[in-house]
């Protein structure tokens, strides 16, 4: 199976003041395919979004390797880890902050702006079928007091896409939604999933790592197991109890 990412011994300390160290993460391995939607989960505090952060590049490791497109990201620099950012992966978090002074359009197509890889006319067109797709069209020209937390969160994601990333991060992505719309983000997301972009989310929530492929479970800095439940195919209950099941021997 062919890779998106792939962490090798990764470990992450960080200092505390002069003499304290703690170290978060410890010789993690974690390889994510090319088209996989994967879940982490584990205890509040056990090192999750500290993996998703320095996997992607936007927090540096301390050992390790992460390979991504064939490139090690411990040997770019700054301005070639966000070039590969903008370029190449998307992000979204339980808070989507936007820029104010912009309506939702002109926040999803900025960064495709910066990354001028593409006429603004392609772009346009683009934006306005990802807010197609993910049914913001009506609030195209509203601005952020406008829209409710599901219709951000629909943003964010139009902004996280548009410039087509191999690879998609969420730290939370419905941590800040009702149940309702959280499982709508959710269906999106698969179906986002399902025409091949990758994903990898943290989440505490038992319903919305059943609807991915696989879950990873982190203790204490250390991936300590991983449930495989197959491509998400609307089998809702099933999948619930198989996770929940597992997540009880790992004494979550
Ligand atoms: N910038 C930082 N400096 C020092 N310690 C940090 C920093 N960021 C995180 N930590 C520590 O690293 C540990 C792991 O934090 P992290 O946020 O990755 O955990 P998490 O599993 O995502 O937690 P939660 O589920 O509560 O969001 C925690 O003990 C946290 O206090």
């Not at 390889?31 to 056990?46: A, D, L, R, T, Y």
């Not at 998307?90 to 495709?112: E, R």
């Not at 989310?201 to 495989?228: F, N, P, Q, S």
Request: net charge neutral.
């Amino acid at each position: 199976m062919e890779f998106v990412i792939e962490a090798k011994n990764l470990s992450k300390t960080y200092s505390i003041g002069k003499d304290n160290k703690q170290t978060v993460l410890k010789d993690v391995n974690l390889q994510i395919n090319k088209g996989e939607f994967v879940s982490i989960m584990g205890p509040s505090g056990s090192g999750k979004s500290t993996l998703l952060y320095t996997i992607s590049g936007m927090d540096r490791m301390t050992t390790g390797s992460v390979v991504f497109q064939g490139k090690e990201l411990s040997s770019l620099s700054e301005k070639e880890l966000s070039s590969i950012r903008l370029h190449n992966m998307g992000f979204i978090f339980q808070h989507v902050h936007l820029l104010k002074n912009l309506n939702m359009f002109d926040n999803i197509i900025l960064s495709a702006y910066l990354a001028k890889k593409r006429s603004h006319k392609k772009i346009n067109e683009h934006a306005l079928a990802l807010m197609k797709q993910t049914g913001i069209t009506e609030i195209s020209k509203h601005d952020m007091t406008q829209v409710s937390g599901g219709q951000l969160q629909r943003v964010g994601i139009c902004r996280a896409l548009i410039n087509n990333p191999d690879i998609l991060f969420g730290d939370e992505p419905t941590g800040a939604l009702n149940s309702k719309a959280a499982s709508e983000i959710m269906e999106l997301l698969t179906d986002i999933n399902h025409a091949g972009t990758a994903i990898l989310i943290v989440t505490h929530d038992v319903k919305v790592a059943a609807k991915t492929e696989r879950v990873l479970y982190m203790y204490d800095g250390v991936m300590i197991g991983e449930k495989r439940l197959g491509k998400y195919a609307g089998d809702d209950k099933q999948r619930e109890e198989r996770l929940s099941n597992w997540l009880m021997e790992m004494d979550f």
